[in-house]
T-cell receptor
Framework: KAGVTQTPRYLIKTRGQQVTLSCSPI?????VSWYQQTPGQGLQFLFE???????NKGNFPGRFSGRQFSNSRSEMNVSTLELGDSALYLC?????????????FGQGTRLTVV | AQSVTQLDSQVPVFEEAPVELRCNYS??????LFWYVQYPNQGLQLLLK??????LVESINGFEAEFNKSQTSFHLRKPSVHISDTAEYFC???????????FGTGTRLTVIP
């Protein structure tokens, strides 16, 4: 069974641009969560989708948005990029409606904003 | 609100020595606790989890953690570490009905030959 796939693995963007990251969950998983990982802030929750509905959102500005498609694949978008958005963005998928089961993480997309 | 505190940001230890990585959590409801490991340039891999039942949980590679409700702790231990255990370890908490994890700031374990 294939794992969580995130594309691209690496990305370099310029300040002010926008970026879209993609996450394909494990087949059959309906919950997809996104996390931002930085050396200073650690792992911070961005948002979670279940069956195409955003159920929970972390404390991030409106420049960060996401969506989930009917096949459970998810995308997150960051508009008007800032230098501080440089981070490893991790996607996790879960089979359950709640997180009290194992969440499987992808390898992440490393975004560098210059 | 839930939060996790990992008291040690870095833990150096000699090969074949025992290690304990500390994790304390704060929550007003029943919790589920996890330890994840991250190798360089990789995502997170689940090491072990406490959902219910026995408070001592074990992983397949020799790690164990004990859920202590009175001390709100979930420390990770291994009696004898290997070079390959060098990685960053994250403790995480969630609760019934929640749909996201709260992570600690991580502990970098470095095993010295």
């Amino acid at each position: 069974k294939a794992g969580v796939t995130q594309t691209p693995r690496y990305l370099i963007k310029t300040r002010g641009q926008q970026v879209t990251l993609s996450c394909s969950p494990i087949s059959g998983h309906r919950s997809v969560s996104w996390y931002q990982q930085t050396p200073g802030q650690g792992l911070q929750f961005l948002f979670e989708y279940f069956s195409e509905t955003q159920r929970n959102k972390g404390n991030f500005p409106g420049r960060f948005s996401g969506r989930q498609f009917s096949n459970s694949r998810s995308e997150m978008n960051v508009s008007t990029l800032e230098l501080g958005d440089s981070a490893l963005y991790l996607c996790a998928s879960s089979s359950a409606a709640a997180m009290n089961t194992e969440a499987f993480f992808g390898q992440g997309t490393r975004l560098t904003v210059v | 609100a839930q939060s996790v505190t990992q008291l040690d940001s870095q833990v150096p230890v000699f090969e074949e020595a025992p290690v304990e990585l500390r994790c304390n959590y704060s929550s007003s409801v029943s919790v589920y606790l996890f330890w994840y490991v991250q190798y360089p340039n990789q995502g997170l891999q689940l090491l072990l989890k406490y959902l219910s039942g026995s408070t001592l949980v074990e992983s397949i590679n020799g790690f164990e953690a004990e859920f202590n409700k009175s001390q709100t702790s979930f420390h990770l231990r291994k009696p004898s570490v290997h070079i390959s255990d060098t990685a960053e370890y994250f403790c995480a908490v969630t609760s019934t009905g929640a749909n996201n994890l709260f992570f600690g700031t991580g502990t970098r374990l470095t095993v010295i030959p």
